[in-house]
């Protein structure tokens, strides 16, 4: 790679030292590099034309003098990019953005949400924070004229090297340059805890309406102060010229739900996210006006209990909701400021820092397992309790599972799924925390030398639990939930060896209505239902054939695709349908572990539903709602048909592997 000015070239590694002047041979052109890091390129003849420079093209990196805003005229942004990943200079999911809305604040973006919001600008020397208020560093300035909006910044003391980083973990980072040690120190970022990460603990108001059922112009709502609140993000600027003006403007409009004044008037409309209740002293914090029912103001003014119709009853609770859901955020942030660990509870999901599971692990030293995604981890938690924790992979997939298992187990709970305690998220570091089972895998179980065999009857409770854990995802989930990797190795044993289904990283969750396409090929070789392979729609039946597939291996104790000499002659699941088919004795079919110790009406049962499960058709396998009540024996089950590929088996047993579930 190289950079050409008329007829000269300037190569990689070629240093260009500050203000230092490259003119082209033909005296057409000059590159200037600015003491403020602008790499200009300009007509040599008259230095005012500027043709290009790097500060109209931001990086990552925000310099003194650099600007982030908004052309009104060409309504182009200057928006700064974080890398991929801390060695991965290619465009990331964080962006460092102005509000194009005219707000006089800026966002850190993530994958096109709202990640960080800085808040509205309040005019002073620092927009950043309370701890950048110190003019030894940054001289904050917000310009706003008819052809641009931007914020741009000076350092106070030219001796100082300075720069913001819009960094791949998702913070905003300024740092500054030690002469002594020769490196960039941090010395600000911004988001430093959870409670400052945009919407994260949802909507301040869910429904407006149960706040005000009627809204009429000229009622009797009013405003409570709340004193030392970081504002809401959403604003809207209004311009009038006193407090009274903003306070009328907001009761003209319905949807308005509370407004400051601090020179220049801003409402919210409708919801309010990201509130932040501010430590005394921080002199960053503001005057927010909520909006209440007259009821509320009058409870509030005097102690004597008027008497109100139920449209003032429905507003006051609404409103004693909405006071009850701001003391509970603004409680949980202050609590989070002031302590290190979050206790968890049987409903919500713990945030663990880093720092608490490689202490809970002991450095990560007892690896349970490994998969496609990353490893997993035994560890114990201060209150005795173990844990195993799954440390992912950040590329690729790796950041798409953490989502969906922290979005799907989180909220679902059920005797026969892995309970989710809880994830870490710390820069690239992505950690899900589950309830550990004691007896491991059931590949381990089943393939792997074991101080304990699984008897029949356990066998039967296992396959039972794994098919109830699945008819829960398939139908009793408000969505559909498809796991797409049923298979021994994310089936796990707790101490009693029930099952628990693990591993969301391949599940989709469609609506219930409709089916979904979906683009690449997920699950494992051996479980895939031919649908996969042949590219139509994929539904829950996918996970009905990787059941049955499966349940073959439960009575076998074997892979199904354990083939000798190239031969498929004992292909698991053919053998099964040949017997099945000629009536004759499937004792011999048992895992040679169990010796033969099995009710042959159970087996009868359960190889019969395994092979309804790998049929062909979609159409023609069971739901694991059926497979449920045949297994418990609530309904028949008669002779299944045999499926293609298992006839194509038969009929040329030296072809090699059959295509569905391989």
Same mark, same amino acid.
């Given at each position: 790679?190289?950079? %050409?000015?008329?007829?000269?070239?300037?190569?990689?590694?070629?240093?260009?030292?500050?203000?230092?002047?490259?003119?082209?041979?033909?005296?057409?052109?000059?590159?200037?590099?600015?003491?403020?890091?602008?790499?200009?390129?300009?007509?040599?003849?008259?230095? =005012?034309?500027?043709?290009?420079?790097?500060?109209?093209?931001?990086?990552?990196?925000?310099?003194?003098?650099?600007?982030?805003?908004?052309?009104?005229?060409?309504?182009?942004?200057?928006?700064?990019?974080?890398?991929?990943?801390?060695?991965?200079?290619?465009?990331?999911?964080?962006?460092?953005?102005?509000?194009?809305?005219?707000?006089?604040?800026?966002?850190?973006?993530?994958?096109?949400?709202?990640?960080?919001?800085?808040?509205?600008?309040?005019?002073?020397?620092?927009?950043?924070?309370?701890?950048?208020?110190?003019?030894?560093?940054?001289?904050?300035?917000?310009?706003?004229?008819?052809?641009?909006?931007?914020?741009?910044?000076?350092?106070?003391?030219?001796?100082?090297?300075?720069?913001?980083?819009?960094?791949?973990?998702?913070?905003?980072?300024?740092?500054?340059?030690?002469?002594?040690?020769?490196?960039?120190?941090?010395?600000? =970022?911004?988001?430093?805890?959870?409670?400052?990460?945009?919407?994260?603990? *949802?909507?301040?108001?869910?429904?407006?309406?149960?706040?005000?059922?009627?809204?009429?112009?000229?009622?009797?709502?009013?405003?409570?102060?709340?004193?030392?609140?970081?504002?809401?993000?959403?604003?809207?600027?209004?311009?009038?010229?006193? %407090?009274?003006?903003?306070?009328?403007?907001?009761?003209?409009?319905?949807?308005?739900?509370?407004?400051?004044?601090?020179?220049?008037?801003? @409402?919210?409309?409708?919801?309010?996210?990201?509130?932040?209740?501010?430590?005394?002293?921080?002199?960053?914090?503001?005057?927010? &006006?909520?909006?209440?029912?007259?009821?509320?103001?009058?409870?509030?003014?005097?102690?004597?209990?008027?008497?109100?119709?139920?449209?003032?009853?429905?507003?006051?609770?609404?409103?004693?909701?909405?006071?009850?859901?701001?003391?509970?955020?603004?409680?949980?942030?202050?609590?989070? !400021?002031?302590?290190?660990?979050?206790?968890?509870?049987?409903?919500?999901?713990?945030?663990?820092?880093?720092?608490?599971?490689?202490?809970?692990?002991?450095?990560?030293?007892?690896?349970?397992?490994?998969?496609?995604?990353?490893?997993?981890?035994?560890?114990?938690?201060?209150?005795?309790?173990?844990?195993?924790?799954?440390?992912?992979?950040?590329?690729?997939?790796?950041?798409?599972?953490?989502?969906?298992?922290? %979005?799907?187990? *989180?909220? @679902?709970? &059920?005797?026969?799924?892995?309970?989710?305690?809880?994830?870490?998220?710390? *820069?690239?570091?992505?950690?899900?925390?589950?309830?550990?089972?004691?007896?491991?895998?059931? $590949?381990? &179980?089943?393939?792997?030398?074991?101080?304990?065999?699984?008897?029949?009857?356990?066998?039967?409770?296992?396959?039972?639990?794994?098919?109830?854990?699945?008819?829960?995802? &398939?139908?009793?989930?408000?969505?559909?939930?498809?796991?797409?990797?049923?298979?021994?190795?994310?089936?796990?044993?707790?101490?009693?060896?029930?099952?628990?289904?693990?591993?969301?990283?391949?599940?989709?969750?469609?609506?219930?209505?409709?089916?979904?396409?979906?683009?690449?090929?997920?699950?494992?070789?051996?479980?895939?239902?031919?649908?996969?392979?042949?590219?139509?729609?994929?539904?829950?039946?996918?996970?009905?054939?990787?059941?049955?597939?499966?349940?073959?291996?439960?009575?076998?104790?074997?892979?199904?695709?354990?083939?000798?000499?190239?031969?498929?002659?004992?292909?698991?699941?053919?053998?099964?349908?040949?017997?099945?088919?000629?009536? $004759?004795?499937?004792?011999?079919?048992?895992?040679?572990?169990?010796?033969?110790?099995?009710?042959?009406?159970?087996?009868?049962?359960?190889?019969?539903?395994?092979?309804?499960?790998? !049929?062909?058709?979609?159409?023609?396998?069971?739901?694991?709602?059926?497979?449920?009540?045949?297994?418990?024996?609530?309904?028949?089950?008669?002779?299944?048909?045999?499926?293609?590929?298992?006839?194509?088996?038969? $009929?040329?047993?030296?072809?090699? %592997?059959?295509?569905?579930?391989?």
């Amino acid at each position: 790679m190289h950079l %050409s000015i008329g007829v000269d070239t300037i190569f990689p590694g070629q240093p260009i030292s500050g203000n230092q002047t490259i003119t082209s041979q033909d005296e057409r052109f000059e590159l200037v590099l600015e003491d403020s890091g602008n790499l200009v390129l300009r007509s040599w003849s008259n230095s =005012s034309v500027v043709l290009w420079q790097s500060f109209d093209h931001p990086t990552d990196t925000w310099l003194p003098g650099g600007k982030l805003g908004l052309n009104k005229l060409t309504k182009k942004q200057q928006i700064y990019s974080s890398w991929s990943s801390y060695d991965d200079p290619a465009p990331g999911p964080f962006l460092l953005k102005l509000d194009p809305n005219g707000t006089r604040q800026y966002f850190i973006m993530w994958n096109g949400d709202k990640h960080w919001t800085c808040g509205i600008w309040p005019g002073r020397v620092s927009v950043f924070g309370p701890d950048m208020l110190d003019d030894n560093y940054n001289n904050m300035t917000y310009v706003s004229n008819e052809e641009e909006n931007y914020f741009t910044y000076s350092v106070t003391k030219t001796s100082i090297l300075s720069r913001f980083v819009m960094d791949s973990s998702g913070q905003l980072r300024q740092l500054t340059w030690l002469e002594d040690s020769q490196q960039w120190n941090l010395i600000w =970022s911004r988001p430093k805890q959870q409670c400052e990460i945009y919407a994260l603990w *949802g909507n301040m108001v869910a429904a407006i309406s149960s706040v005000f059922p009627h809204c009429r112009k000229g009622g009797k709502d009013g405003f409570r102060m709340i004193p030392n609140i970081r504002l809401p993000a959403n604003a809207v600027s209004l311009t009038v010229r006193s %407090s009274k003006e903003c306070e009328a403007a907001c009761l003209e409009n319905c949807t308005c739900t509370a407004y400051t004044f601090d020179g220049e008037c801003s @409402i919210w409309l409708e919801n309010l996210l990201n509130i932040q209740y501010l430590s005394f002293g921080d002199n960053l914090g503001k005057d927010l &006006h909520l909006r209440v029912a007259a009821v509320e103001l009058v409870v509030y003014r005097s102690r004597t209990k008027p008497r109100i119709n139920g449209d003032i009853v429905g507003a006051a609770a609404g409103v004693a909701t909405l006071t009850v859901i701001l003391g509970f955020i603004i409680w949980k942030c202050r609590r989070r !400021q002031f302590s290190s660990a979050v206790k968890p509870t049987e409903d919500l999901l713990v945030l663990y820092k880093y720092s608490d599971l490689r202490k809970a692990t002991k450095n990560f030293s007892e690896k349970l397992g490994e998969g496609g995604f990353g490893s997993v981890f035994k560890g114990t938690l201060p209150n005795s309790a173990e844990i195993a924790a799954k440390k992912l992979k950040c590329h690729g997939q790796g950041e798409k599972q953490f989502r969906t298992e922290v %979005s799907t187990i *989180g909220t @679902i709970h &059920h005797i026969n799924l892995i309970r989710l305690r809880g994830f870490c998220l710390e *820069g690239t570091k992505r950690f899900l925390v589950y309830e550990y089972m004691p007896n491991g895998s059931l $590949e381990s &179980h089943l393939f792997q030398k074991s101080p304990r065999i699984l008897d029949w009857k356990t066998r039967c409770q296992i396959a039972l639990g794994i098919a109830r854990g699945l008819e829960y995802l &398939h139908e009793k989930c408000r969505d559909c939930i498809i796991h797409c990797d049923i298979k021994p190795e994310n089936i796990l044993l707790d101490a009693g060896y029930n099952p628990k289904i693990s591993d969301f990283g391949l599940a989709k969750l469609i609506g219930r209505d409709f089916s979904r396409v979906l683009t690449t090929v997920k699950g494992t070789r051996g479980y895939l239902a031919p649908e996969w392979i042949s590219g139509i729609a994929i539904t829950a039946k996918a996970d009905v054939f990787s059941y049955g597939m499966m349940l073959f291996e439960i009575i076998s104790g074997r892979r199904n695709w354990e083939i000798k000499d190239d031969r498929m002659n004992d292909y698991f699941p053919a053998q099964v349908m040949k017997k099945l088919s000629r009536g $004759e004795e499937l004792l011999t079919l048992l895992d040679e572990k169990l010796e033969q110790n099995a009710d042959i009406e159970e087996l009868t049962r359960v190889c019969k539903v395994a092979c309804w499960c790998i !049929q062909d058709d979609e159409g023609d396998r069971p739901s694991m709602k059926s497979v449920v009540q045949i297994l418990e024996g609530a309904l028949d089950v008669i002779m299944p048909p045999i499926p293609s590929f298992i006839e194509n088996i038969a $009929e040329n047993p030296e072809e090699g %592997s059959p295509t569905p579930g391989f």
